[in-house]
């Protein structure tokens, strides 16, 4: 299995941004290699030099990382990711 993580600081108006990419991460949640899917904001009250959001995703394995990686659902949502956010941080490692 491969774990897929991906953290995000956020521009401007932080709680609105967060609430948007919440929504619109939803639209992976039905990639076909997608096995168990999950999207956090950080909690109230934590450092505020945290990242605001985070995607965690399990696939099979490399290539159902890949498939979910240029599929349409993914490059739109990183499109959109693109406009709000201000820094990114991912890790892929196996488990």
């Known amino acids: 299995m491969i774990r897929h993580i991906c953290m995000f ?3 401007d108006d932080k709680a609105a941004n967060a609430a948007e990419f919440c929504r619109r991460a939803e639209t992976l949640r ?3 290699t997608v ?3 999950e999207v956090v904001t950080n909690a109230p009250g934590t450092p505020g030099n945290n990242y605001d959001v985070s995607l965690i995703i399990d696939f099979d394995d490399v ?3 890949d498939f979910y990686r ?3 659902e ?3 949502f990183g499109k ?3 406009t709000i956010r ?3 941080a991912c890790i892929d490692y196996e488990f």
Request: no cysteine; net charge positive.
């Open 9 to 11: 600081t956020l521009k």
């Open 70 to 72: 240029v599929s349409p």
């Open 30 to 32: 039905p990639i076909a």
């Open 35 to 37: 096995r168990a899917f």
């Open 63 to 65: 290539e159902g990382l």
């Open 74 to 76: 993914h490059v739109a």
């Open 80 to 82: 959109f990711v693109g």
């Open 86 to 88: 201000i820094d990114r």
